[in-house]
DNA sequence: TATTGTTATACTCTATAACTATA
DNA sequence: TATAGTTATAGAGTATAACAATA
Protein backbone atom coordinates (compact mmCIF):
# COMPACT_ATOMS: atom_id res chain seq x y z
CA UNK A 1 0.00 0.00 0.00
CA UNK A 2 2.86 2.32 0.81
CA UNK A 3 4.03 1.28 -2.26
CA UNK A 4 1.03 2.94 -3.78
CA UNK A 5 0.80 5.58 -2.78
CA UNK A 6 4.70 6.63 -3.83
CA UNK A 7 3.89 5.37 -7.06
CA UNK A 8 1.11 7.79 -7.48
CA UNK A 9 3.37 10.43 -5.68
CA UNK A 10 6.10 9.90 -8.37
CA UNK A 11 3.45 10.11 -11.02
CA UNK A 12 2.03 13.20 -10.05
CA UNK A 13 5.22 15.44 -10.02
CA UNK A 14 8.33 13.49 -11.65
CA UNK A 15 6.41 13.18 -14.95
CA UNK A 16 5.01 16.80 -14.74
CA UNK A 17 7.59 18.97 -16.49
CA UNK A 18 5.66 22.84 -15.98
CA UNK A 19 4.52 21.74 -12.21
CA UNK A 20 8.36 20.99 -11.53
CA UNK A 21 9.76 24.30 -13.49
CA UNK A 22 6.78 26.05 -11.38
CA UNK A 23 7.85 24.77 -8.51
CA UNK A 24 12.04 25.55 -9.17
CA UNK A 25 10.79 28.89 -10.04
CA UNK A 26 8.91 29.70 -6.53
CA UNK A 27 12.33 28.20 -4.67
CA UNK A 28 13.82 30.94 -6.58
CA UNK A 29 11.75 33.26 -5.50
CA UNK A 30 12.03 32.01 -2.08
CA UNK A 31 15.50 32.37 -1.38
CA UNK A 32 15.14 35.78 -3.29
CA UNK A 33 12.90 37.31 -0.69
CA UNK A 34 14.44 35.43 2.13
CA UNK A 35 18.27 36.89 1.18
CA UNK A 36 16.48 40.59 0.96
CA UNK A 37 14.51 39.89 4.38
CA UNK A 38 18.18 38.86 6.12
CA UNK A 39 19.80 42.29 3.97
CA UNK A 40 17.04 44.40 5.19
CA UNK A 41 17.13 43.00 8.58
CA UNK A 42 20.99 42.97 9.16
CA UNK A 43 21.09 46.84 7.93
CA UNK A 44 19.57 47.66 11.58
CA UNK A 45 21.33 44.71 12.71
CA UNK A 46 18.91 42.53 13.78
CA UNK A 47 18.80 38.60 13.02
CA UNK A 48 15.79 37.59 10.92
CA UNK A 49 14.23 36.35 13.91
CA UNK A 50 14.70 39.87 15.45
CA UNK A 51 13.10 41.62 12.76
CA UNK A 52 10.42 39.08 12.22
CA UNK A 53 9.23 39.35 15.80
CA UNK A 54 9.85 43.44 15.58
CA UNK A 55 7.44 43.31 12.81
CA UNK A 56 4.86 41.09 14.17
CA UNK A 57 4.82 43.22 17.50
CA UNK A 58 4.41 46.32 15.09
CA UNK A 59 1.23 45.34 13.76
CA UNK A 60 -0.01 44.57 17.58
CA UNK A 61 1.03 43.72 21.31
CA UNK A 62 0.66 40.35 22.45
CA UNK A 63 1.90 37.63 25.35
CA UNK A 64 5.40 35.46 24.91
CA UNK A 65 3.48 32.65 23.92
CA UNK A 66 1.72 34.13 21.25
CA UNK A 67 4.96 34.79 19.38
CA UNK A 68 5.76 31.65 19.79
CA UNK A 69 2.51 30.34 18.15
CA UNK A 70 3.50 33.05 15.24
CA UNK A 71 6.84 31.92 15.23
CA UNK A 72 6.04 28.14 15.10
CA UNK A 73 8.92 27.73 17.87
CA UNK A 74 8.81 26.78 21.75
CA UNK A 75 8.06 29.34 23.92
CA UNK A 76 11.40 29.43 25.72
CA UNK A 77 13.03 30.44 22.62
CA UNK A 78 10.71 33.80 22.41
CA UNK A 79 12.38 34.69 25.64
CA UNK A 80 15.80 35.15 24.18
CA UNK A 81 14.68 36.78 21.24
CA UNK A 82 12.76 39.50 23.54
CA UNK A 83 15.43 39.93 25.72
CA UNK A 84 17.83 41.06 23.18
CA UNK A 85 15.21 43.42 21.49
CA UNK A 86 14.93 44.55 24.97
CA UNK A 87 18.01 45.23 25.75
CA UNK A 88 18.61 47.44 22.44
CA UNK A 89 15.17 49.65 23.01
CA UNK A 90 13.46 48.47 20.54
CA UNK A 91 10.67 46.39 22.52
CA UNK A 92 9.80 46.44 26.15
CA UNK A 93 7.70 44.00 28.33
CA UNK A 94 4.12 45.18 29.76
CA UNK A 95 2.04 43.52 32.68
CA UNK A 96 -1.08 41.99 31.08
CA UNK A 97 -4.04 44.02 33.53
CA UNK A 98 -6.17 40.75 33.13
CA UNK A 99 -3.68 38.04 34.22
CA UNK A 100 -1.20 38.57 35.99
CA UNK A 101 0.78 35.86 34.56
CA UNK A 102 1.50 37.33 31.15
CA UNK A 103 3.85 39.13 29.77
CA UNK A 104 3.03 41.79 26.56
CA UNK A 105 5.37 42.50 24.65
CA UNK A 106 4.92 46.13 22.75
CA UNK A 107 7.64 47.79 20.53
CA UNK A 108 9.47 51.27 21.97
CA UNK A 109 8.77 54.02 19.89
CA UNK A 110 12.18 53.40 18.68
CA UNK A 111 11.26 50.12 17.97
CA UNK A 112 8.21 51.01 15.65
CA UNK A 113 10.61 53.00 13.83
CA UNK A 114 12.61 50.16 13.32
CA UNK A 115 9.98 48.31 11.94
CA UNK A 116 8.62 50.96 9.61
CA UNK A 117 12.07 51.32 8.28
CA UNK A 118 12.29 47.25 7.92
CA UNK A 119 9.18 47.31 6.01
CA UNK A 120 10.38 50.10 3.59
CA UNK A 121 13.53 47.66 2.64
CA UNK A 122 11.62 45.01 1.91
CA UNK A 123 10.20 47.40 -0.65
CA UNK A 124 13.36 47.12 -2.40
CA UNK A 125 12.40 43.40 -2.78
CA UNK A 126 9.06 44.78 -4.63
CA UNK A 127 11.05 47.08 -6.85
CA UNK A 128 13.85 44.76 -7.88
CA UNK A 129 12.18 41.23 -8.94
CA UNK A 130 8.48 42.35 -9.05
CA UNK A 131 9.30 45.74 -10.72
CA UNK A 132 9.81 44.00 -13.72
CA UNK A 133 5.98 42.74 -14.05
CA UNK A 134 3.48 45.81 -15.81
CA UNK A 135 0.38 46.85 -13.42
CA UNK A 136 -1.88 43.83 -15.25
CA UNK A 137 0.88 41.49 -14.76
CA UNK A 138 0.50 41.43 -11.25
CA UNK A 139 -2.59 41.85 -10.95
CA UNK A 140 -2.57 38.36 -12.68
CA UNK A 141 0.45 37.12 -10.12
CA UNK A 142 -1.91 38.37 -7.49
CA UNK A 143 -4.86 36.38 -8.41
CA UNK A 144 -2.86 33.10 -9.13
CA UNK A 145 -1.42 33.81 -5.87
CA UNK A 146 -4.47 34.11 -3.69
CA UNK A 147 -5.95 30.99 -5.60
CA UNK A 148 -3.03 28.95 -4.35
CA UNK A 149 -2.91 30.56 -0.66
CA UNK A 150 -6.92 30.52 0.14
CA UNK A 151 -7.83 26.63 0.22
CA UNK B 1 18.73 64.43 0.19
CA UNK B 2 18.05 61.29 2.25
CA UNK B 3 15.02 62.80 2.96
CA UNK B 4 14.17 62.81 -0.83
CA UNK B 5 14.96 59.74 -1.12
CA UNK B 6 12.76 58.22 1.73
CA UNK B 7 9.97 59.90 0.36
CA UNK B 8 10.27 58.57 -3.32
CA UNK B 9 10.36 55.01 -1.72
CA UNK B 10 7.15 55.63 0.43
CA UNK B 11 5.93 57.18 -2.60
CA UNK B 12 6.50 53.55 -4.86
CA UNK B 13 5.08 51.30 -2.12
CA UNK B 14 3.26 52.28 0.39
CA UNK B 15 0.61 53.83 -2.17
CA UNK B 16 0.18 50.95 -4.10
CA UNK B 17 -2.14 48.50 -2.35
CA UNK B 18 -1.68 46.18 -5.62
CA UNK B 19 2.04 45.62 -5.28
CA UNK B 20 1.65 45.51 -1.37
CA UNK B 21 -0.59 42.88 -1.80
CA UNK B 22 1.46 40.73 -4.04
CA UNK B 23 4.23 41.07 -1.70
CA UNK B 24 2.22 39.98 1.15
CA UNK B 25 1.56 36.99 -0.90
CA UNK B 26 4.69 36.16 -1.41
CA UNK B 27 5.41 36.62 1.88
CA UNK B 28 2.78 33.57 2.53
CA UNK B 29 4.24 31.51 -0.20
CA UNK B 30 7.36 32.02 1.47
CA UNK B 31 6.85 30.66 4.68
CA UNK B 32 4.36 28.06 3.66
CA UNK B 33 7.52 26.36 1.51
CA UNK B 34 9.93 27.12 4.36
CA UNK B 35 7.81 24.94 6.48
CA UNK B 36 7.71 22.01 3.37
CA UNK B 37 10.83 22.10 3.19
CA UNK B 38 11.64 22.13 6.68
CA UNK B 39 9.63 19.07 7.27
CA UNK B 40 11.01 17.25 4.30
CA UNK B 41 14.28 17.66 5.77
CA UNK B 42 13.57 16.44 9.47
CA UNK B 43 11.38 13.39 7.86
CA UNK B 44 14.60 12.13 7.26
CA UNK B 45 16.55 13.95 10.76
CA UNK B 46 18.20 16.63 8.69
CA UNK B 47 18.49 19.92 9.09
CA UNK B 48 17.30 22.48 6.55
CA UNK B 49 20.99 23.40 5.99
CA UNK B 50 21.84 19.73 5.49
CA UNK B 51 19.27 19.26 3.27
CA UNK B 52 20.18 21.92 1.22
CA UNK B 53 24.05 20.74 0.84
CA UNK B 54 22.50 17.25 -0.25
CA UNK B 55 20.82 18.18 -2.29
CA UNK B 56 23.42 20.48 -4.49
CA UNK B 57 25.92 17.96 -3.96
CA UNK B 58 23.02 15.45 -5.64
CA UNK B 59 23.23 17.68 -8.65
CA UNK B 60 27.31 17.91 -8.95
CA UNK B 61 29.65 17.19 -6.17
CA UNK B 62 31.95 20.27 -5.69
CA UNK B 63 34.69 22.12 -3.89
CA UNK B 64 33.81 22.88 0.26
CA UNK B 65 34.67 26.39 -1.21
CA UNK B 66 31.94 26.12 -3.95
CA UNK B 67 29.45 25.32 -1.34
CA UNK B 68 29.65 27.87 0.71
CA UNK B 69 28.98 30.22 -2.28
CA UNK B 70 26.07 28.33 -3.05
CA UNK B 71 24.63 28.64 0.35
CA UNK B 72 25.92 32.73 0.79
CA UNK B 73 27.97 31.28 4.09
CA UNK B 74 31.77 31.54 5.01
CA UNK B 75 33.72 28.48 4.72
CA UNK B 76 34.32 27.68 7.80
CA UNK B 77 30.25 26.80 7.99
CA UNK B 78 30.58 24.28 6.11
CA UNK B 79 33.23 22.13 7.28
CA UNK B 80 30.83 21.41 10.29
CA UNK B 81 27.31 20.67 7.88
CA UNK B 82 29.03 18.40 5.60
CA UNK B 83 31.06 16.73 8.81
CA UNK B 84 27.81 15.88 9.86
CA UNK B 85 26.53 14.35 6.80
CA UNK B 86 29.96 12.61 6.50
CA UNK B 87 29.48 10.78 10.16
CA UNK B 88 26.05 9.92 8.86
CA UNK B 89 27.18 8.24 5.70
CA UNK B 90 24.87 10.53 3.38
CA UNK B 91 28.72 12.52 2.12
CA UNK B 92 31.63 11.96 1.82
CA UNK B 93 34.92 13.93 1.16
CA UNK B 94 37.33 12.94 -1.84
CA UNK B 95 40.41 14.31 -2.89
CA UNK B 96 40.86 16.72 -6.29
CA UNK B 97 43.69 14.67 -8.63
CA UNK B 98 43.81 18.28 -9.42
CA UNK B 99 44.65 20.48 -6.70
CA UNK B 100 45.67 18.50 -3.54
CA UNK B 101 44.13 21.97 -1.31
CA UNK B 102 40.53 20.79 -2.47
CA UNK B 103 38.64 18.64 -1.10
CA UNK B 104 35.50 17.53 -3.17
CA UNK B 105 31.99 16.90 -1.21
CA UNK B 106 29.66 13.69 -2.85
CA UNK B 107 26.97 12.03 -1.71
CA UNK B 108 27.11 8.82 -1.41
CA UNK B 109 24.60 6.02 -2.45
CA UNK B 110 22.63 6.54 0.26
CA UNK B 111 22.79 10.01 0.09
CA UNK B 112 21.95 9.98 -2.96
CA UNK B 113 18.66 7.73 -2.00
CA UNK B 114 18.17 10.70 0.77
CA UNK B 115 18.53 13.19 -1.84
CA UNK B 116 15.65 11.76 -4.28
CA UNK B 117 13.41 11.36 -1.54
CA UNK B 118 13.73 14.61 -0.36
CA UNK B 119 13.05 16.10 -3.40
CA UNK B 120 9.96 13.85 -3.13
CA UNK B 121 8.90 15.23 0.01
CA UNK B 122 9.09 18.84 -2.11
CA UNK B 123 6.37 17.91 -4.05
CA UNK B 124 4.24 17.90 -1.42
CA UNK B 125 4.30 21.50 -1.74
CA UNK B 126 3.31 20.90 -5.44
CA UNK B 127 0.27 19.29 -4.69
CA UNK B 128 -0.61 20.94 -1.84
CA UNK B 129 -0.72 24.65 -2.53
CA UNK B 130 0.01 24.52 -6.61
CA UNK B 131 -2.45 21.46 -6.32
CA UNK B 132 -5.00 24.77 -6.81
CA UNK B 133 -4.14 25.52 -10.35
CA UNK B 134 -5.35 24.13 -13.39
CA UNK B 135 -2.31 23.83 -15.86
CA UNK B 136 -2.85 26.88 -17.77
CA UNK B 137 -2.96 28.46 -14.63
CA UNK B 138 0.53 27.23 -13.95
CA UNK B 139 1.73 28.21 -17.37
CA UNK B 140 0.14 31.77 -16.53
CA UNK B 141 2.59 31.70 -13.06
CA UNK B 142 5.31 29.91 -14.76
CA UNK B 143 5.65 33.03 -17.26
CA UNK B 144 4.96 35.62 -14.55
CA UNK B 145 7.85 34.23 -12.37
CA UNK B 146 9.90 33.87 -15.33
CA UNK B 147 9.91 37.63 -15.99
CA UNK B 148 10.25 38.21 -12.40
CA UNK B 149 13.68 36.62 -11.92
CA UNK B 150 15.29 36.73 -15.62
CA UNK B 151 16.02 40.39 -14.90
C1' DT C 1 52.31 35.19 -1.69
C1' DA C 2 47.69 33.52 -2.41
C1' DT C 3 44.29 29.97 -1.83
C1' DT C 4 41.75 25.74 0.31
C1' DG C 5 40.08 23.80 4.06
C1' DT C 6 40.16 23.60 8.94
C1' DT C 7 40.17 24.95 13.88
C1' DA C 8 38.94 28.01 17.73
C1' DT C 9 35.77 31.24 19.48
C1' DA C 10 31.63 33.64 20.33
C1' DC C 11 26.79 34.63 19.34
C1' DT C 12 22.12 33.40 17.98
C1' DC C 13 18.37 30.19 17.25
C1' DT C 14 16.40 25.89 18.37
C1' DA C 15 14.10 22.00 21.29
C1' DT C 16 13.68 19.73 25.76
C1' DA C 17 13.04 19.61 30.53
C1' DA C 18 12.57 21.59 34.98
C1' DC C 19 11.31 25.57 37.61
C1' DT C 20 8.27 30.01 39.43
C1' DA C 21 4.36 32.56 39.83
C1' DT C 22 0.14 32.92 38.96
C1' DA C 23 -4.71 31.03 37.71
C1' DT D 1 -4.11 21.15 38.62
C1' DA D 2 -3.14 23.76 34.68
C1' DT D 3 -0.98 27.74 32.35
C1' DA D 4 2.59 31.75 31.26
C1' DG D 5 7.03 32.78 31.31
C1' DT D 6 11.64 31.68 32.54
C1' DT D 7 16.01 29.15 33.26
C1' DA D 8 19.35 25.52 32.18
C1' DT D 9 21.26 22.71 28.82
C1' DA D 10 22.77 20.91 24.51
C1' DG D 11 23.00 20.95 19.44
C1' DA D 12 23.21 23.43 15.14
C1' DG D 13 24.14 27.48 12.08
C1' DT D 14 26.64 31.71 11.61
C1' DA D 15 30.79 35.16 11.23
C1' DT D 16 35.53 36.25 12.44
C1' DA D 17 40.25 35.31 12.97
C1' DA D 18 44.19 32.39 12.88
C1' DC D 19 46.37 28.20 11.10
C1' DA D 20 48.35 24.14 8.04
C1' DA D 21 48.91 22.36 3.54
C1' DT D 22 49.32 23.33 -1.08
C1' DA D 23 49.56 26.28 -5.17
Redesign the pocket.
Known amino acids: MGTLVHMARSRTSCTDPLTLEVVELIGSVVNRYHDEYERAASRHA ?5 ARVLGLLSLEPM ?4 I ?1 QK ?14 LESRGLVE ?1 RP ?1 P ?8 APTEEGARTARELRDGLDDFAREPLGALSRDERVSLRDLLRLMLEQ
Not at 98 to 105: I, T, Y
Open positions: LTGAQPMRRALKCEPSNVTGIVDRRDADRRVKLA
